[in-house]
């Protein structure tokens, strides 16, 4: 018996290592509110049982590579947002399995960050790989019409093209010009950060 407790402990650390397993009940955001889920591993499973997002609420992960999110009842309302990135101008990939029973506008931004020149940075952000899927017995989420209801919107471009190297490097040339002798009070980073990163997937699916 102890042999078979001792085997059960070590398989559900070997499942948990390196994933962050989060239950809630209920998670209600009011008007503007947001919701920010940034401590724990890179990795992490959500399960939320009701989920009331009011207008032009938001939940963000940040340092996370990739969540996975289970909903079994979602209000959504207009305006709504769900976005994430890692700590390296990546976003963060999302598994989302969902109930519908209202929704308004929802977007989930997963774009890559653009690489800030001159200081310690990373390279321009690739786009998120996005999974949404809805069970058909709710609301079927359109992509159509954004000002209509049950309005769904995913953004996985990559970062990096909305930089112009001439300008950036003009910038760092203009730094370096002014900088005291050795370069010294010159960030040491990055100069510049080259091609943009890869845009990220969409899937929005019914179950």
């Known amino acids: 018996m102890k042999y078979i407790l001792s085997l059960a402990l ?6 948990s ?19 920010v889920f940034n401590r ?27 969540v996975k999110m289970e909903i079994g009842y979602a209000e959504i309302g207009k305006n709504v947002v769900i976005t994430g990135q890692d700590s ?11 109930k519908f ?4 506008s929802l977007f989930v931004i997963a774009r890559g960050i653009d690489a800030f020149n001159g200081t310690k940075t990373h390279p321009n952000g ?13 609301i079927k989420p359109q992509s159509s019409d954004k000002k209509a209801n049950n309005y769904l919107f995913v953004d996985v471009q990559e970062g990096g093209l909305r930089v112009n190297p001439t300008s950036e490097i ?3 040339y203009s730094r370096i010009s002014m900088a005291q002798p050795g ?9 510049y950060s080259g091609s943009p990163g890869k845009k990220g997937s969409v899937v929005i699916e019914g179950k």
Not at 128 to 138: A, E, H, N, Q, W
């Open 10 to 15: 070590l398989l559900g650390t070997m499942l």
């Open 17 to 35: 290592y390196g994933q962050q397993v989060e239950h809630i009940s209920k998670l209600e955001l009011g008007k503007k509110d947001k919701k």
């Open 40 to 66: 724990g591993d890179s990795s992490m499973v959500l399960k939320i049982d009701t989920l009331i997002m009011k207008d032009r609420s938001k939940i963000e992960f940040y340092a996370k590579k990739d």
């Open 88 to 98: 390296k101008n990546n976003a963060t990939d999302i598994n989302m399995d969902v």
């Open 101 to 104: 029973n209202k929704l308004g």
């Open 126 to 138: 690739d786009g998120g790989d996005v999974v949404i899927l809805y069970d058909p017995t709710g």
């Open 170 to 172: 003009g910038q760092i």
């Open 183 to 191: 370069l010294r009070g010159m960030p040491q980073g990055q100069i």
